[in-house]
């Protein structure tokens, strides 16, 4: 009774009109197939909603059953778009026990395979039938007759294995092969009907249940086509894992082995001749996987191979593509695992070995173990008997050497450029050793007019070196408030007045007493004393403190002397921090007027790397250290020292005014001892200059390491912070 009514669901939702009654042959015909169609596909709906169309059915309400699937199929649909626009995340296999313990970073051969699409292998719906096709419960073919009697029926096979023909009534054509069903339709048919012709054609085909199991990816039961092959039930099944064979799959039918299939001739041969049509409740068994060996090295195909266990290192070796032509021949090593006790390395040596084979050599057909690895040596991969050319030629390079090849043939060869220098090359030659080199000058311009003393035979890697008259381009920077900020290439002898003319000059903005000049080579020299004076610091700091331990006369001071340690450790650590950070600054004072001051002894000659800055001008003079209200003050023409101190509201009760000290924008600084200085609270700042004013050292006990340490930090400091404030 259920498939009575789905059948009657489905018409009605299939057919989208009646036809007219000349027409009724064709409208039983589209009717049966309208059925067929809906009954697949009522069977994957959701069984509310079936029983929704069921019951507006019994009612005679036809429209509404159509719009409840109408809307059912709406929302199925943007399901489907929305799981489609999410991203899939791919998992890759892990490795193996095997790809993991064998040595050379070698895969499994052949489980790639069933990692890619399965369309392929599985057979799809619209696929041909060929004649050995045989019939069963589930087919449904289409009989269409003409003649003395015409018609077209729609025919599905039922469980029992028949079918009803017009007049004829119930007949079995299961196990009927595709082939003989025309001709037992027409022999039944002919009871009937005379001066008759009729075709046959397949449609909706029967499905199989097929049992995938054993060492496979996805074991289970599997409702697949009746023309599914043993390869397709496979590929649904996500194929063996790398724990299965690839080399003895069995196909069993009725509890017993019909076939066993060796996968290799399919993936080494192309061989597809082992691949069978499956049958209802067949099921295909992956077992274990047998005895593998790895191939690597010089090979076409390196990876890990399944043995089927009377394999040789020759076999192994061709299943792996054979020898490249890199391969080192005569030599294999042997890679095994012996007795379950320990590994060892054999080397096996082949006399008679030629054109990348083999021949007549026992060991070569020494048999395989299991989890053997045979490793091919590649040759030496670079070439002893050459020479090399370099330098200002149009063909540098490697030259083959010969016995008879001298200089001038590789200079000529090399073709020499315009700008190389005729009188310096050299010859690059290892000594007898080979422990040390030997330089050989070469004068090329005598070379050229005949001079055969020049003209030196050559050995195997000799390097023959000419230079060049020209001279790479040396290139400084400039930055901010230039014209023409950019990278320039200088020439010998140019100085920072011609730099600053090519660039423009300044802007209107320009503050040219704030200018950073930065150069490489102080930089690493300002890095290496303070990598000499962190060291120094140290190890006066360790002496110190251990001495302060061991002098101690009770648990107070021995207490206060390790944590005077520590912060003179941490201390140090900054000092490291600012070292990383070191400007290599070179301090300048230079005005707007580039003429001004041309030619003096600001006015530096440009090195390779020096990098200019050119800020703008800044509104600030920055006060830090020990007093109330630290921070940056308002820049005013003819303020002093003290004016700005007043401003934060004067120096703190821990503040050393004997210590004071300033650093101009320019770079350069003064202290209270600084000479013509006088007194320092006097003295007048420019925009950007920062005042410092320390903190007593005093309480430190003894330690005037730490008064050094902290000097250099605070100064360093304020240089950074000064720099902050220009830009």
């Not at 012996?338 to 082949?350: A, C, F, G, P, T």
């Not at 190890?539 to 009770?554: L, Y």
């Amino acid at each position: 009774m259920k498939r009575f009514f789905l059948l009657i669901i489905c018409t009605a939702l299939f057919l989208s009109a009646k036809t007219t009654q000349g027409q009724q042959t064709q409208q039983e015909q589209t009717q049966d197939e309208a059925a067929g169609k809906g009954v697949q596909e009522m069977q994957n709906t959701d069984p509310r909603v079936v029983q929704a169309i069921t019951n507006a059915i019994q009612q005679g309400d036809t429209e509404s059953a159509k719009k409840i699937y109408k809307n059912y199929q709406k929302s199925q649909t943007e399901r489907s778009m929305e799981t489609s626009t999410q991203p899939v995340p791919v998992e890759l296999p892990k490795p193996s026990l095997f790809e993991l313990t064998l040595p050379g970073n070698l895969k499994q051969f052949g489980y790639d395979l069933f990692n890619k699409t399965v369309s392929s292998f599985v057979p799809p719906s619209t696929m041909a039938v060929g004649p050995d096709y045989i019939i069963g419960p589930g087919d449904q073919f289409t009989l269409t007759l003409w003649g003395t009697t015409e018609g077209i029926y729609n025919l599905r096979v039922t469980k029992e294995g028949e079918v009803t023909l017009p007049k004829v009534g119930v007949i079995s054509v299961t196990g009927v092969r595709f082939g003989e069903l025309e001709n037992t339709l027409k022999r039944h048919l002919s009871k009937y009907y005379s001066d008759f012709n009729l075709s046959v054609a397949m449609g909706t085909l029967k499905t199989l249940t097929i049992y995938v199991v054993g060492e496979v990816t996805k074991p289970g039961s599997y409702s697949l086509s009746s023309l599914t092959t043993v390869y397709g039930a496979l590929f649904v099944a996500g194929g063996p894992s790398k724990t299965g064979t690839l080399r003895a799959i069995q196909v069993l039918r009725s509890g017993k082995v019909i076939k066993t299939l060796d996968l290799y001739d399919f993936l080494l041969k192309g061989d597809r001749s082992q691949d069978i049509k499956l049958q209802n409740d067949d099921t295909v068994f992956v077992p274990l996987i047998g005895a593998v060996a790895g191939v690597a090295g010089s090979v076409y195909r390196p990876a890990i191979y399944e043995l089927k266990g009377q394999e040789t290192i020759g076999d192994v070796i061709k299943t792996a593509g054979g020898l490249l032509p890199t391969a080192l021949g005569g030599r294999i090593q042997l890679t095994r695992y012996e007795d379950n006790q320990k590994k060892v390395l054999m080397d096996i040596r082949l006399a008679n070995f030629q054109n990348g084979s083999a021949k007549s050599e026992e060991t070569f057909r020494e048999k395989v173990m299991n989890m053997d690895t045979i490793s091919i040596m590649p040759v030496y991969d670079k070439v002893w008997e050459t020479v090399t050319l370099s330098g200002d030629v149009r063909h540098p390079g490697e030259i083959q050497w010969r016995p008879d090849l001298k200089v001038k043939e590789v200079i000529d060869q090399g073709s020499l450029l315009p700008t190389a220098d005729l009188t310096r090359a050299e010859v690059v030659r290892l000594n007898k050793n080979f422990s040390d080199r030997q330089i050989i000058p070469l004068d090329l311009a005598a070379l050229m007019k005949g001079d055969f003393a020049q003209n030196i035979p050559l050995l195997p890697q000799d390097q023959v070196i000419v230079y060049s008259l020209y001279q790479k381009a040396e290139s400084v920077s400039v930055a901010g408030e230039v014209m023409k900020p950019g990278s320039y290439d200088i020439t010998k002898g140019e100085r920072l007045s011609d730099l600053l003319r090519r660039a423009g000059g300044f802007t209107a903005e320009g503050y040219a007493y704030g200018v950073v000049f930065k150069r490489k080579n102080i930089k690493s020299i300002e890095n290496k004393n303070l990598q000499l004076f962190s060291a120094r610091m140290q190890s006066q700091m360790m002496a110190i403190a251990a001495g302060n331990v061991a002098t101690a006369v009770s648990a107070e001071e021995s207490t206060s002397a390790k944590g005077e340690l520590m912060i003179n450790q941490s201390i140090l650590e900054n000092l490291k921090t600012l070292q990383e950070q070191n400007e290599g600054r070179v301090a300048i004072n230079i005005t707007e007027r580039i003429d001004d001051w041309a030619g003096s002894k600001d006015d530096l000659v440009l090195q390779d790397g020096d990098s200019l800055l050119i800020p703008k001008h800044p509104q600030e003079v920055l006060v830090i250290g020990e007093v109330h209200n630290p921070g940056a003050q308002v820049y005013l023409t003819d303020m002093t020292v003290r004016n700005y101190l007043d401003r934060t509201g004067g120096v703190t009760k821990n503040a050393d005014s004997s210590e004071i000290f300033v650093v101009q924008a320019n770079g350069f600084s003064y202290g209270t001892d600084s000479p013509n200085i006088g007194d320092i609270d006097k003295s007048k700042l420019n925009a950007g200059d920062a005042i410092f004013v320390p903190q007593k050292t005093e309480r430190y006990a003894t330690m005037r390491t730490t008064k050094d340490i902290i000097d250099i930090l605070f100064k360093t400091a304020v240089i950074f912070a000064t720099i902050h404030i220009l830009f």
